[in-house]
C-alpha cells in the first residue's frame, strides 16, 4: 500500500517552519524595545521613532498571529506536513507565541509602559504598504501555482530567504534604534523608517503567500 509522498515546503523545512521564525523574531524585537532603557533613564519608547517602530511592528505581529492561527490545519500541521513546524511538538509555536505576546502585553500593563503616539500618516502608509504586501504574496502565489500547477520549490525558496533577510535586516534597525540613536541628539538620530515599512512588507507578503 503506497502512502502520499507529501510536498516538500520551503528550504525544505516542516510546513510553517519559516513563518515560525518569522514570528518569533518580530515578537522578540518588540520585546527588545519594550525593555531596553533610554539614555539618562527612562523607555526607549519615550522616544517617538522607536514608538513608531513600535507600532509597526504591532501591527505586522497581530497580522501574524491572525494568520498562524487560521493557517492550522490549511498550510500547516500534519495535513500537508510530516511535522510541526520548526520540528518542535505539535501546537508548540502557537503556545510560545501567545504567551509570549500576552506575557508582553501584561507587562506593558503592569509597568505602565508609555509610548509616544506618532503622526497618523506614517501609520496610515505602513498599514497600506503591510496590506498591500500580504494581498500582492498572496495573489503572485496563486498565479505561479496556477502556471506551474503547484509551488516550485525555488519558487517558494526565493519568497523564505527574501522574508528571513528581511527580519534580519529589521533587527538591525532596532540595534541603530537602541545603540546609534540613544547616543546622539533627536536631528542627529537615523531614521530608516521608509525601510523599516518596506521591510515589514517583506514579512507580510511572505504571510500573504502562505495564505
Aim: charged residues 10%; hydrophobic residues 55%; aromatic residues 12%.
Amino acid at each position: 500500500m503506497s502512502t502520499a509522498i507529501k510536498p516538500r515546503h520551503a528550504l525544505g523545512l516542516p510546513a510553517g517552519s519559516i513563518r515560525a521564525i518569522l514570528a518569533l523574531g518580530v515578537l522578540g524585537y518588540l520585546w527588545v524595545l519594550v525593555l531596553s532603557p533610554a539614555k539618562g533613564g527612562g523607555a526607549i519608547l519615550e522616544d517617538p521613532r522607536a514608538s513608531q517602530a513600535f507600532i509597526y511592528l504591532q501591527v505586522l505581529m497581530v497580522l501574524i498571529l491572525a494568520h498562524f492561527y487560521t493557517a492550522h490545519g490549511k498550510t500547516i500541521g500534519s495535513a500537508v506536513s510530516d511535522r510541526s513546524p520548526l520540528g518542535l511538538p505539535r501546537g508548540s509555536v502557537r503556545v510560545i507565541l501567545l504567551t509570549a505576546y500576552l506575557g508582553l502585553a501584561f507587562y506593558m500593563y503592569r509597568h505602565h509602559t508609555s509610548f509616544t503616539l506618532p503622526e497618523t500618516g506614517p501609520v496610515f502608509l505602513s498599514l497600506a504598504i503591510l496590506i498591500s504586501s500580504f494581498v500582492m504574496g498572496h495573489f503572485i502565489t496563486w498565479l505561479v501555482r496556477g502556471m506551474t500547477g503547484g509551488m516550485p520549490a525555488w519558487f517558494q525558496d526565493i519568497q523564505a530567504w527574501f522574508a528571513l533577510i528581511a527580519l534580519l535586516t529589521l533587527g538591525v534597525i532596532v540595534i541603530i534604534r537602541l545603540v546609534i540613536n540613544t547616543s546622539v541628539g533627536y536631528e542627529k538620530q537615523i531614521d530608516p523608517e521608509i525601510v523599516e515599512m518596506v521591510l515589514a512588507g517583506f514579512v507580510g507578503f511572505y504571510f500573504g503567500a502562505r495564505s
